[in-house]
């Protein structure tokens, strides 16, 4: 078979998989796979870094639904497709990884370009994530290139009627419900049977349930610290893997408490319990008991972190409160990393507005953060980005992309530029340490400002850069921390 045959071959096969989108990134070993792209009628979005085109493929997979396939060509640039693999395969999002290869006869020789691409994503290549790597011998361009036109995506998957699942009782007579990363077409369910069970409720931004007028009764809004004064005899998940302090805590010092998952991804999140469908949420349950104390202490401390607020409005926390009550109803909103997601959770208006509330949380990683925030861009509704300064850093080449996006999509990006990775400064364990040395070596400390690098891009007037007082930062989160 000719090398254009067996790439005509390929792409076929990624639009029978529902890839309507291809983020390609141009080399030499991969010109057969472009030559029949740019003959086709197939959406193509060009890049010149594989892994920002990877997550950019992430957040675009996330919006349309559909898996979207990344093209590279051979060699270091297939390596650079492992961070967002990782990420899809936690977070249950498809994508489809197309590598250009050099001939078999060269695996093993240490030839250039000639990496072990074969295998290469490992467990991460196997679920989430369908790889084709594909071997072109010389001369590339081995026949006249027809066009590709009409090529047959694939219908999007339907939901199909599923079997009645075994629901499963909750045995818990004061349990916690942990509402985390949860799809919409899940939320009349979860609502429901939060309603139905009475219990307190923590729901994560993710869950889209946060700011849920309805819940509002059973919601813990002075933040998770609220948890350790509950008296409470079990956990129930629903959703995603939280990113609580307070989950990671269930497999340390409260391995006392019996928890239960449920969720659309197979993921217990820590080192006991099981996950069972969301489908299997009870329907008839017993209504618990309202510990009207505990809410009591919790709307009183929730009451006095916002006098905190009022009180240090040049503090980080209350630029995200104030952050939060000016970006535009309906708006997608995306939470790009540690302390910003974090802050949000405990500073961020509870008043309903209609926020889609998107991140990447699979494995909690920084990378990638600006890149899957425009694959995930609604045409037709505000976007906003909030991230931090060494985020930002980390993914600067993600502009990239702007040019090539839906004419008039709107997006704002507000880069929290506190100076470095504050959020070290909030781990107990790192507070021991010498300041200079942390602040030098952890915290990644520095000056630097991002007008140059919102003018480098085009997009000045897309970018809102806060800064923090640090000094006021720092008094907002001690008299925090003296609340409790």
Avoid at 90 to 95: A, D, E, R, V
Avoid at 167 to 186: E, M, Y
Wanted: net charge negative; aromatic share 8%.
């Amino acid at each position: 078979m000719t090398n254009i045959a067996e790439a005509r071959r390929v792409i076929e096969q990624a639009c029978r998989l529902g890839a309507a989108d291809f983020c390609v990134c141009a080399g030499s070993r991969n010109a057969p796979l472009l030559a029949v792209l740019g003959a086709s009628d197939l959406r193509i979005f060009s890049f010149v870094d594989e892994r920002s085109a990877a997550f950019f493929a992430l957040g675009r997979a996330k919006l349309t639904g559909r898996p979207v396939a990344i093209v590279t060509t051979s060699g270091t640039a297939v390596a650079e497709l492992l961070p967002a693999a990782v990420e899809a395969h936690y977070s249950g999002t498809k994508l489809i990884f197309i590598t250009a290869d050099r001939p078999a006869r060269y695996r093993g020789t240490g030839a250039p370009q000639a990496i072990e691409q074969e295998e290469i994503f490992g467990v991460y290549g196997r679920g989430a994530v369908f790889h084709i790597n594909v071997a072109f011998d010389e001369p590339l361009i081995d026949e006249e290139v027809a066009a590709l036109l009409g090529c047959k995506v694939a219908a999007l998957e339907t939901e199909q009627p599923r079997n009645q699942a075994t629901r499963q009782p909750i045995p818990f007579p004061r349990p916690l419900v942990i509402l985390s990363g949860l799809a919409p077409t899940h939320h009349a369910r979860v609502r429901a049977f939060a309603l139905a069970l009475n219990a307190t409720v923590y729901a994560e931004p993710l869950s889209g349930l946060r700011e849920d007028p309805a819940l509002a009764h059973l919601l813990i809004t002075a933040g998770e610290r609220m948890i350790g004064l509950g008296n409470f005899d079990g956990v129930i998940r629903i959703g995603n893997v939280p990113s609580l302090r307070f989950w990671r805590d269930l497999d340390e010092s409260r391995r006392d408490l019996p928890l239960v998952s449920f969720s659309d991804l197979p993921f217990t999140g820590c080192s006991r319990g099981e996950v069972h469908p969301i489908e299997s949420l009870p329907d008839d349950v017993t209504p618990r008991d309202r510990d009207e104390s505990f809410f009591a202490i919790d709307r009183s401390r929730a009451s006095a972190i916002a006098d905190i607020l009022d009180e240090e409005p040049q503090s980080e926390l209350a630029m995200v409160r104030s952050l939060s009550r000016t970006i535009p109803a309906n708006a997608r909103v995306y939470l790009g990393n540690s302390l910003p997601i974090r802050e949000w959770d405990l500073a961020a208006t509870r008043e309903w507005r209609g926020f889609a509330i998107d991140a990447n949380r699979g494995a909690n990683g920084i990378d990638g953060q600006l890149s899957t925030f425009f694959g995930q861009c609604h045409p037709s509704r505000p976007n906003v980005c909030v991230v931090g300064d060494l985020t930002t850093i980390y993914d600067s080449n993600a502009p990239w992309i702007v040019p090539q996006l839906d004419p008039g999509i709107d997006f704002r990006i507000v880069i929290i530029n506190n100076g470095g990775g504050r959020i070290f400064s909030r781990v107990p364990s790192l507070r021991t340490l010498d300041p200079s040395m942390r602040e030098r070596m952890i915290e990644n400390s520095h000056a630097l400002r991002f007008d140059h690098w919102a003018a480098m891009w085009s997009i000045e007037e897309r970018v809102t850069e806060l800064r923090p007082d640090a000094d006021s930062t720092r008094r907002a989160w001690e008299r925090y921390d003296a609340l409790w």
